[in-house]
């Protein structure tokens, strides 16, 4: 083999030759002194060019994050949870309306009943000076007549079976919801006055003895407002003008007197019909949000509660029916039933409908009780 | 950013910064124009990625020093005392004195064996620097022999006419 030239021995230096070619020039240079000698030339050359390319080097710093040209929005849009939502929305609806209408129907029947039922609620929950005006009629034995009720409500009528089974488990899972309730103090009670008002008026047709919600509810239909939201809400993006506020409320959104309004917001809150959100600069680094929200006629925790109960009572085969095959006929069926009762119910809302309520809260960088000092001098926004 | 040129951020920064700096001789610059190659990446996706990026990188910097060339003859003009800052420390002079003479000795290389021994420090392999500047590869090791041999020559007679001067 010839000498190896000054590019095999960087190559073979830089480990950048191919094994057969890199014995090869091992083969070579242990019988050629010469070879040898510039191979180590050469090893020294690369060592010092290194070296000096390493004086030329910048200064090591941590690789930082990557940072992109144009970054995600930090906003998580309305839009991208849309269809989660929509899911939950469906399912919302097609409980909801078994709940509203199932109850209804039965109402119907057997108002009295209904009404000395909640009254043995009240009986039972509430502390004695609330319970007295009831407290004569309530005696007229609800016993007996709730054991007549019960094989109507379980024989049912054909066309409400699986809805039936679906309201019966509800119904156990309200009573749950309502005792915990019954714990809290009356104020906590108050927040969730629209969802009780839904459960309890379910809970009187089935076999169970029915709590707290209903007396409850007596008091709530004359509460106007309540403080406290659940839940996060989003913004649409869209700022809508007091009047179109108005018109989603049905009523002058609150706001804080004297505070500067920045915009005014449509967001959405599962659980909410209408949200609006009132921006007001506290200072000049300092903004708070004063959200007005008109709950639904449903809420998601009485859905989500509903399905946690039906562990205890459906065989886990009846479940998957009751969740897939069963739930959509019944979803459709009561998404029409829904509809055809909407204009009905609009009507009906002039009067006291207990959907009316209105919640607000103020949220903003603050301590609470600064929060709650603002949410105590909250005022309707009136241009 | 997918996790195969997320992959390649980590393993090839700190190389594309170092290959960038060599160029453009400014640390803030270099990590921008390195920042700047990988946003580039997560909008074109190229299929090999890190070659991708220098070669990417290489342009920018090109356009950078044009761009920092045209800025300079500007600024001679205004510029007629120097800055106000503290002086520096002697090491600092003399660290500052030594990447000058790499960087003189390196512009004393034919940009060709200089992209190449640049590739190399960078941490490139010889095919990838084959590939990126369409030299055959068995011209690699070659190249490299005299890139290296050349800028520890221009170094050593930069230091020598330095002295020579002094003296």
Known sequence: MSHVDDGTLHAYLDAELSPVQSQDVEAHIAQCPGCRDRLEEERALIARADELLGLAAPPDRA??????????????????????????????????????????????????????????????????????????????????????????????????????????????????????????????????????????????????????????????????????????????????????????????????????????YRARLIGYSAVVVVKQALDSSTAIDVITGRQATLSLQAVVVTGAARSDTAQPAERALLGRAAAAPDSLAAAERRAEAAPVRARGAAANRPATALVFEVRGPLSPDSLAALQRRLQPLRP | MPDDLADVYRTTYRALVRFLYRKVWDAERAEDLAQEAFARALVHKPAHARGWLFVVAANMARDDARRAARERRHLTLLKSEPPASAPPSDEA???????????????????????????????????????????????????????????????????????????
């Open chain 1, 63 to 264: 690789t930082p994050p990557f940072r992109p040209g144009d970054p995600e929005p930090p906003v998580r849009l309305w839009w991208r949870v849309r269809l989660p939502l929509a899911w939950a929305a469906t399912v919302v609806l097609a409980l909801g309306a078994g709940m509203y209408f199932g109850p209804r129907a039965l109402q119907r029947e057997q108002p009295a009943v209904d009404q000395r039922t909640g009254d043995l609620a009240a009986k039972s929950t509430l502390p004695p000076a609330a319970a007295p005006e009831n407290g004569a009629t309530s005696r007229a034995a609800p016993l007996p007549v709730r054991r007549t009720r019960a094989p109507a409500a379980t024989s049912a009528v054909v066309e409400r079976k699986s809805g039936a089974k679906d309201k019966s488990m509800e119904a156990v899972v309200a009573d749950r919801a309502s005792t915990a309730e019954a714990a809290r103090p009356e104020t906590a009670v108050a927040l969730r006055a629209r969802d009780e008002r839904a459960a309890g008026a379910l809970q009187q047709p089935v076999p169970r003895p029915a709590l707290a919600p209903s007396p409850v509810r007596a008091d709530q239909e004359r509460a106007p407002a309540v403080a406290g939201m659940v839940g996060q809400y989003a913004l649409t993006g869209s700022p809508v003008t007091l009047d179109s506020a108005r018109a989603l409320l049905g009523t002058d959104p609150y706001a804080v007197p004297d505070l500067p309004v920045r915009g005014i």
């Open chain 2, 93 to 167: 002079l003399h660290t500052e004195g030594e990447r000058s003479q790499v960087r003189t000795a390196l512009e004393q290389l034919t940009p060709r064996d200089r992209e190449v021994l640049l590739l190399w420090d960078s941490g490139l392999s010889y095919d990838e620097i084959a590939t990126q500047t369409g030299l055959a590869r068995g011209a690699i090791g070659t190249t490299l022999a005299r890139a290296r041999r050349r800028l520890v020559e221009a170094f050593e007679a930069g230091r020598t006419g330095e002295h020579v001067a002094r003296g």
